[in-house]
């Protein structure tokens, strides 16, 4: 099964057998789409043992050809990606299959980015780490039922940045020419800016 798949694309074959029934009680299929390949191997196997049909993708092209030859039902998005942003990402996943249930993954929780990732059609936001079981719930959930985290303290510079910078990045497709344009910010600046992690707060 894993020779049929996309290049960058891991689907171990115990991924995709058959397991307890998930919350449908059906072999749902899910989408995982994360850079780091240690955390989406252990969370692959926790989320297969929850009744999913696990299709695990390192960067956002794989995710996109994932989804396009094994359309999932639900999918767990990380906000960042070697090629480009988890915004944009989840815009295209979105419109390849509207109906597709995402919940954002991100290290570093803020609710501007949890509510331009909810715009762009996520159902709900969590901070990692998040196990199978808040995974799970949350597939479930709808983001207007819960309220949001408010934050005690303003967001840094640099943070706020970042996020802007992924907000017009996302708008335009994750084309980084027109975005640096808009910014009007030096091509090479912007690349050098998104390779790096966000500011923590």
């Known amino acids: 099964m894993a020779g049929d798949s996309p290049d960058n694309i891991r689907i171990p074959s ?13 072999q749902s299929r899910l989408l995982l789409a994360d ?37 999932p039902e639900f999918a767990v998005v990380d906000l960042k990606f070697p090629d480009g942003s988890g915004l944009n990402l989840v815009k295209q996943l979105m ?22 990732a909810v715009k762009l059609g996520a159902h709900y936001y969590l901070t990692k780490p998040a196990n199978a079981d808040d995974i799970v719930e ?5 983001f207007a039922a819960t309220s949001a985290p408010i934050r005690e303290k303003p967001l840094s510079v640099n943070r706020l940045e970042w996020e802007h910078i992924n907000r017009v990045l996302a708008r335009n497709n994750g084309n980084i020419s027109a975005t640096a344009r808009l910014l009007g910010m030096h091509r090479r600046t912007l690349q050098r800016k998104l390779s790096k992690h966000p500011a923590r707060d």
Do not use: W
């Open 95 to 116: 419109g390849m299959h509207k109906h597709m249930r995402v919940v954002v993954l991100t290290g570093y929780a803020s609710i501007a980015t949890a509510i331009e």
């Open 138 to 142: 949350a597939l479930h959930r709808d």
């Open 35 to 71: 850079e780091d390949e240690i955390h989406c191997a252990v969370l692959a196997r926790a989320l297969q043992r929850k009744g999913f049909r696990v299709t695990v993708a390192h960067n956002c092209r794989a995710a996109l050809a994932a989804a396009a030859e094994y359309p």
């Open 14 to 26: 115990h991924f995709s057998g058959k397991s307890k029934a998930s919350r449908n009680g059906d």
